[in-house]
């Protein structure tokens, strides 16, 4: 029953959040929805901004096999793009019954059964390095556009942003080149068995990550240039149909604030959260503000440029539903665990 509730509540959320905004957005603007469809667009532009969105997912899958390969878990690319496509699709579709990452857990897992903690593990890692290099790249971003152009608001939104930045680096710091923040944790659980079997399955995955540094970094390289090539994607869409539309380096500041909000697990894919807060601070990044409507269209714009990347999960699958229907079973059957 709770498990309904919540799968509702992502439906029902989403759907209020945009028909929130939309309704504001049509008070200030009433044909700002309607030019969507009605203004000329440039099609190569929004070409080049399917091409950036396209390329910043394949980076994604990649570092995930880099992450995968650096603690010898033998994994091949061609599965890690075919995982990391139907998961990106799950994040739309699935509606909290199997999401992506569970989904790629099971199928890592079940080729690796002796060392299932450590294959499981590596999705947590995963999104830990790609949460961090967007934080790293939003401090980069505020830094770089100028505390004095940054509204107010934004003042306290930026300071919190380099204080989690900097904790966040001094935690990985310490996980990476000293054994400070493993040994508390293993002498604290030494008298409960589970917990201490899974820590010490964990330090040893740790442990592989120090002896291949340079993986653990290239991955999170490859984050850094992922999340700008889906600011990129964000300021082509915008070119495409604004003449008047913000500059890259407000787009990085921008599209990053609003993906660190839609990556909350509130609704699929980030649905509604994402416009809501894209549209919100296109008014107040850009020097002298635009309009909200303007914000709005582009992040509807957006999502159709995000569907159109995800919908090729679709033909992945078709290739390959056999053996994807049957992880499916196993997913489901390990959620409801």
């Given at each position: 029953m709770l498990n309904r509730l919540l799968i509702l509540m992502r439906i029902v959320l989403p759907i209020i959040l945009i028909g929130w905004i939309g309704h504001s957005v049509w008070k200030e603007?009433?044909?700002?929805?309607?030019?969507?469809?009605?203004?000329?667009?440039?099609?190569?532009?929004?070409?080049?901004?399917?091409?950036?969105?396209?390329?910043?997912?394949?980076?994604?899958?990649?570092?995930?096999?880099?992450?995968?390969?650096?603690?010898?878990?033998?994994?091949?690319?061609?599965?890690?793009?075919?995982?990391?496509?139907?998961?990106?699709?799950?994040?739309?579709?699935?509606?909290?019954?199997?999401?992506?990452?569970?989904?790629?857990?099971?199928?890592?897992?079940?080729?690796?059964?002796?060392?299932?903690?450590?294959?499981?593990?590596?999705?947590?890692?995963?999104?830990?390095?790609?949460?961090?290099?967007?934080?790293?790249?939003?401090?980069?971003?505020?830094?770089?556009?100028?505390?004095?152009?940054?509204?107010?608001?934004?003042?306290?939104?930026?300071?919190?942003?380099?204080i989690i930045t900097a904790v966040a680096l001094f935690i990985v710091a310490g996980l990476l080149f000293t054994n400070a923040t493993t040994k508390p944790l293993r002498s604290l659980f030494r008298k409960v068995p589970a917990v201490a079997a899974l820590l010490l399955r964990g330090e040893h995955a740790l442990l592989l990550y120090r002896e291949n540094r340079q993986s653990f970094f290239l991955a999170?390289?490859?984050?850094?240039?992922?999340?700008?090539?889906?600011?990129?994607?964000?300021?082509?869409?915008?070119?495409?149909?604004?003449?008047?539309?913000?500059?890259?380096?407000?787009?990085?500041?921008?599209?990053?604030?609003?993906?660190?909000?839609?990556?909350?697990?509130l609704s699929p894919g980030g649905l509604g959260t994402m416009e809501a807060t894209y549209a919100s601070l296109y008014t107040n990044v850009p020097d002298g503000g635009r309009p909200k409507a303007h914000g709005f269209t582009i992040a509807i714009l957006l999502r159709v440029v995000y569907v159109i990347v995800a919908a090729i999960g679709i033909v992945v699958y078709w290739f390959s539903r056999r053996e994807i229907d049957q992880l499916m079973k196993e997913a489901q059957l390990e959620d409801g665990d």
């Open positions: 603007d009433p044909d700002a929805l309607s030019g969507l469809w009605n203004r000329e667009k440039n099609y190569f532009l929004l070409g080049c901004s399917v091409t950036a969105c396209l390329t910043a997912m394949v980076i994604t899958f990649w570092r995930w096999f880099l992450l995968v390969r650096a603690i010898d878990i033998p994994f091949r690319f061609r599965d890690a793009l075919r995982l990391g496509f139907i998961g990106n699709l799950f994040q739309y579709i699935a509606l909290g019954t199997v999401g992506g990452d569970l989904f790629k857990a099971i199928f890592l897992a079940r080729e690796q059964p002796a060392r299932k903690p450590e294959a499981v593990a590596t999705i947590f890692i995963d999104r830990a390095v790609g949460l961090l290099a967007l934080l790293i790249v939003t401090s980069v971003a505020f830094l770089s556009f100028g505390w004095q152009r940054l509204p107010d608001e934004l003042h306290v939104v930026a300071i919190m942003c380099f999170l390289s490859s984050g850094f240039v992922s999340h700008c090539l889906l600011a990129t994607a964000a300021y082509f869409a915008a070119a495409s149909i604004y003449a008047d539309h913000a500059s890259f380096s407000e787009q990085v500041v921008t599209w990053n604030i609003a993906g660190s909000v839609s990556a909350l697990p």
